[in-house]
DNA sequence: TGACAAATGCAACTAAGTTGCATATAATTC
DNA sequence: GAATTATATGCAACTTAGTTGCATTTGTCA
């Protein structure tokens, strides 16, 4: 027997779906309460880690001290605005050049990277 | 009246100076200890916040779900090391064509960027 | 419909980091 | 070298993010 589905996976699995950027496990949570489905929290992380390590949702880190989550779908990195704190997402992979030097000039396999960029979305620049 | 010179913080940024990767406020607290500093860990994270905000460090996370240290220095991403924890150091910004293109189409202006590896080091390739 | 693994809820816990407040200590000035 | 004062420290208590144990419930499948 392996992934069950139940009322609150679904409602998580839905709400990452309907996300535009990533979110927070309270975000998850208040989203669950808005729609009638009184979940513990522990049933939230549980359920978090479970897609996570089934490599359905992405794991990812803005120096907040806590994580977001998004659903897995193409490769991608983030523009976060420190201005107002918007996340949006840029394709495109620059790293094969750099991923290939490393590996040439030290013998250390990159696996996977991480790369966020923080600074301004155009309507923060206007507003300085 | 501005940054006093105290044993405490004095320890910290020796063994900062020391560290040959990112350390976490626990790390910080062994060194003081094994040295006979007595030290509180509230003063550990306010002097590290401050070091931090004054510029002289930088914060790191490495989904660890905490945060580390390092002495501010040379620009540079880091080589983790999914096998053994080992975190090594690799200079290079690949990444300007990339944020010249980011600002080019959509408008957002990158003031500064997270980027680091995962995978393995050449150790751990061969153990496997 | 019974069986059983998987999921949930609760309470209690850990780990990382923060805050308020009283005390102590560098650094500056006289 | 003592007085001053901003800065730093220590303690206790707190918050926030995330985890664990255990008893109960619920999907799923045969």
Redesign the interface.
Known sequence: MDLKSTPARDAILCFLKSSKSPVDVEQIIEYLRSNNLNTNKVTVYRNIERLYKDGEVE?L?F?E???RYELKKNHHHH?I??GCGKI?E?E?D??N???E??YRT?????????????????KC?IKN
């Open positions: 794991r880190e120096g001290g806590k994580f523009l605005c420190t949006e840029v495109g620059f790293l050049k750099m991923e030097e490393i030290g013998g250390f396999k990159v696996k996977n990277h991480v790369l966020e960029f923080y600074g301004l979305c155009r620049q």
